[in-house]
């Protein structure tokens, strides 16, 4: 006896007209993560081709808080199309001719390479690493991976996927199932709730819906912090009385107390520092004019800057800033923020704060400034 087909056996809420308008949500949401996590990574280790602007200063906030909440979304539909095709994945054959099998591996790679990426990202997003592989390269990596398979997919699936979407959605529920519509429907709820359980940490009016942000603006001076002056091992160095920032620019070297830096001109900007986890929170933040800092020392000819801080053994225990960030108005060494003196676990005695820049990158507890060669 020839057992029943697949297809004649799966609920019209399964079928393709369900699964081809959550995949198109789905393959949006992809996009739209995929796109802006290649900025942060750019940005945090830039092409030589790579220029990433000063201005507006808001606009990393909103490309990294796109790419956070583009990714949460992305679970509920994830999750929703996948039950949409679950039956479909043991028709027979398994595999058949090359396209089939092409299309069959395409799903493989794309389905395991999409739920490691939106694993793995929302774990980075609570900070929490249960692997032992470096998180950042090995997303950048598998992200080309799921983008392929992606395309693959679509290459293979077009065709149905184009016929599905110009057809009308069942609205005749199935025992235990409901209808397509409700299906679609309920993706979409899904992927608005959970979008909005994360938009808090960088849209301020949503923080109070914003259930599950691990950062959504607490922490001292209303700036939240996610590496504690303690964890970083400066306690003790940050406070020492005989501090000195060492600045080289023009061939000259010059130290400053903290007490000088604060009686050279004062400058308040306010800029938001905005985190790859997604957080992001505007402060005011006061302090010396980089530009006018290198000034003192010495002639500043042009150049990318490093930063080096008094943290040792840390990934990001220095970074370099780029010329056009370098000079410009709203790049400051700051001494204040919100009308405090920074807090210790902020960047006390003082930090480096650039506008439209990775939080990461905002170099804390500076130790010196040197003009690249």
């Known amino acids: ?37 290649l900025l942060s990574h750019w940005i945090q280790h830039p092409p030589t081709w790579f220029a990433w602007p000063t201005h507006p200063v808001w606009l990393y906030r909103v490309t990294q808080g796109a790419h956070v909440i583009s990714g949460t979304m992305a679970i509920p539909l994830l999750i929703v199309k996948l039950w949409t095709v679950y039956p479909r994945l043991f028709t027979r ?38 692997w032992k592989f470096f998180f950042t ?85 209303g700036v939240p912090v996610n590496r504690t002056a303690e964890e970083a091992g400066v306690v003790d160095s940050a406070r020492d009385e005989g501090y000195r920032l060492v600045v080289g620019c023009g061939g000259m070297r010059r130290e400053f107390s903290r007490a000088e830096l604060a009686g050279l001109r004062q400058y308040e900007v306010e800029l938001p520092i905005a985190c790859v986890e997604g957080w992001s929170a505007s402060a005011r933040w006061v302090g010396v004019r980089l530009r006018e800092l290198l000034g003192a020392v ?44 920074l807090d210790l676990d902020h960047g006390y005695p003082c930090r480096l704060i650039a506008p439209n820049r990775p939080g990461v990158l905002q170099t804390k507890w500076l130790a010196s400034i040197e003009v690249m060669s």
């Open 137 to 221: 390269t090995t997303h950048y990596a598998m992200a080309y991976v799921a983008i392929g398979a992606l395309a693959v997919h679509l290459a293979v699936k077009l065709p149905i996927v184009r016929t599905a979407l110009s057809q009308p959605l069942n609205d005749e529920p199935t025992p235990g199932v409901g209808s397509s519509r409700r299906v679609v429907l309920a993706a979409g709820l899904g992927a608005i709730v959970a979008g909005l359980a994360v938009a808090g940490q960088t849209v301020p009016f949503l923080r109070w819906v914003a259930v599950l942000a691990p950062r959504s603006g607490e922490g001292p001076q």
């Open 93 to 130: 054959p398994l595999l058949g001719d090359p396209l089939r099998a092409l299309e069959r591996a395409s799903i493989a790679i794309l389905v395991g390479a999409t739920i490691f990426q939106l694993t793995t990202g929302l774990l980075n997003t609570a900070k929490y690493y249960p």
């Open 298 to 341: 010495g002639e500043y000819r042009g150049g990318d800057v490093r930063f080096v801080s008094l943290e040792r053994g840390g990934i990001y225990g220095n970074s370099v800033l780029p010329q056009r960030h370098v000079v410009d108005d709203a790049t400051l060494i700051a001494l204040r923020v919100n009308g405090e003196e």
């Open 1 to 37: 006896m020839i057992p029943t087909p697949i297809e004649s056996r799966t609920s019209p809420a399964r079928g393709p007209r369900a699964a081809a308008r959550v995949g198109a949500a789905l393959g949006a949401a992809i996009a739209v993560c995929f796109v802006t996590g």
